[in-house]
């Protein structure tokens, strides 16, 4: 549709910002629903980031996206913070107000959820048992969604066990953290497991999991999403268990923004998973 002077802009701050699939994903939803609308990509130094924060409101954008290595330091310059951005000290999303007020959302974790509510129908989060693999930003944000949505006990393995702790610390809850090395004597236990580490995406190392020694009604999933098939989902695959990519993890964490900004609710299908795939 034609885009006119009173057109609302969106966009996606990183450095860099380039591998971002946000923009594909959100022309698309901006097109499907005809929207009057950009959304950029804005490439931002660490160092700019405050000032460049702040002068979105006197450009006359609605909000942004924040992604890597901005979201911490993003939560720090916000005029106000939902309670789940506060609770995890990071934003992903940020909603300028009329008064040109900064607001910090973080969507991760209900990405997340809404991810597995969507692609694993008979899922019962009261009986939910998961390993997490990780805890960085992803790992803090999954956890506490998957507490808000019931779940009771969560086990954390990391390579850093001090980062775990601090994790388990400040999350507080029934977080159970366990030696890298011992993962494997946790999988009995668990029925679901969820790497949140970058081990796996393209250039980093391997988890080297034996899944000879895993459960074949444990699902695996992967919050990476480049490559699509992680070695951690091929190998869980070939093992016979179930898996599910991080695909749909980044389209259902975008919905509250292209909401808030652009004043349409807008749906993930499989029409839009395949759309973004292209942009591989």
Not at 151 to 161: G, K, L, P
């Amino acid at each position: 549709m034609a885009i006119t002077s009173s057109a609302k802009l969106a966009g996606v701050i990183g450095w860099p910002v380039s591998h971002s699939l946000s923009p594909r994903l959100h022309s698309y939803w901006l097109n499907k629903y005809k929207v009057d609308g950009f959304y950029i990509p804005l490439a931002v130094r660490p160092k700019d980031l405050k000032y460049s924060l702040r002068a979105l409101p006197k450009m006359g954008f609605s909000g942004v996206n924040i992604t890597a290595p901005h979201k911490e330091r993003a939560f720090q310059a916000m005029d106000s913070v939902s309670a789940v951005a506060s609770r995890l000290g990071a934003v992903n999303t940020v909603v300028i107000d009329e008064n040109g007020k900064l607001r910090g959302e973080n969507t991760d974790g209900f990405g997340f959820v809404e991810n597995l509510r969507n692609n694993w129908p008979e899922l019962n989060f009261n009986t939910l048992k998961p390993l997490v693999l990780g805890a960085g930003g992803a790992a803090r944000a999954i956890i506490a969604a998957l507490q808000d949505a019931g779940v009771c006990e969560i086990q954390v393995a990391n390579r850093t066990f001090e980062r775990a702790q601090s994790l388990a610390k400040d999350l507080s809850g029934k977080i159970n953290i366990l030696p890298w090395a011992d993962m494997l004597g946790a999988m009995p236990y668990v029925n679901i497991l969820i790497n949140t580490t970058t081990l796996g995406m393209q250039g980093m190392g391997a988890l080297n999991i034996d899944f000879s020694k895993v459960p074949k009604s444990i699902l695996v999933t992967d919050v990476v999403y480049n490559p699509l098939r992680t070695p951690i989902l091929i190998e869980a695959s070939v093992n016979g268990n179930p898996v599910l990519d991080g695909l749909d993890m980044l389209l259902y964490q975008a919905q509250p923004g292209f909401s808030a900004w652009f004043g349409e609710e807008p749906d993930v299908t499989p029409d839009l998973r395949s759309f973004v795939l292209k942009g591989y």
